[in-house]
């Protein structure tokens, strides 16, 4: 409840804050890197510098006196907007980050029954990022970068799970077709909460797996032939143990 209650704030917030410049206000265009800090801290990221939004990022942190005191804090990024009343066209659905979904703080309970809210999964160099995601991830339109709420995941890829520093995988539209990419990221929850996200880097061709944190684009054919020969050499495999 705590937690939807701050995403409410927040999304009333960017409301407000459009509504007081007027029908023509503009969702901020925040260039990478950026360190997202504060009570509240959003707008458009341009993964590719096409001047075409490709996500939103709503970050948000407050500190409670109650007790020792103790800060709490949130950062969302995803293709939905604060307001329709934007004076720029919206953020394409087709942009999904890769997510993890939650789960609830006890552990002994089923993931959430209505899907979600999910995590961003934190992906080390190097690991794939295309069409299909890597096992126990899935593409989500929007999702968590942190969530100090108590929620817990069923990767070690996540935030949750002690992991704070990697790459955000992201699909976006561009011009001639969707494209892969990574976004690097560092999560501090140590005393005062921050979430910087570095320069970004993606597939210059659209439908090709990138590889995170490099330039390295995997065509499909490539994936689908390494595929392929998989399957034939464990056929090959099979074949020889029932022959012996």
Known sequence: MKKHSAILKGVVFMVLVTLSIGVKAVLPPITLPHTFSGSDDWGSIDVNNDGVRDFMVYFDSEFYTSGSGFWDGQCIIGNTLPSSGLATPGISSDNEVLAEELLPPDSSSPVLAYGGPSFTSILDYGDQIGVFP???????????????????????DNYTDGKKTGYLGVKFEAADGLHY????????????PSVTLGAP????????????????????????????????????????????
């Open 201 to 244: 880097g993606f597939a210059s061709t659209p439908d090709q797996t990138i590889l995170a944190g490099t330039g390295t684009a995997v065509p499909i054919p490539l994936i689908a032939s390494l595929l392929g020969f998989g399957a034939i050499a464990g056929g090959i495999f099979l074949k020889r143990k029932k022959i012996k």
């Open 134 to 156: 890597l096992p126990g991830m899935n593409w989500s339109s929007d999702a968590y970068i942190f969530y100090m709420g108590g929620y817990g995941a069923p990767l070690g």
């Open 181 to 192: 990419g990574w976004i690097p990221v560092t999560i501090d929850d140590d005393g005062e």
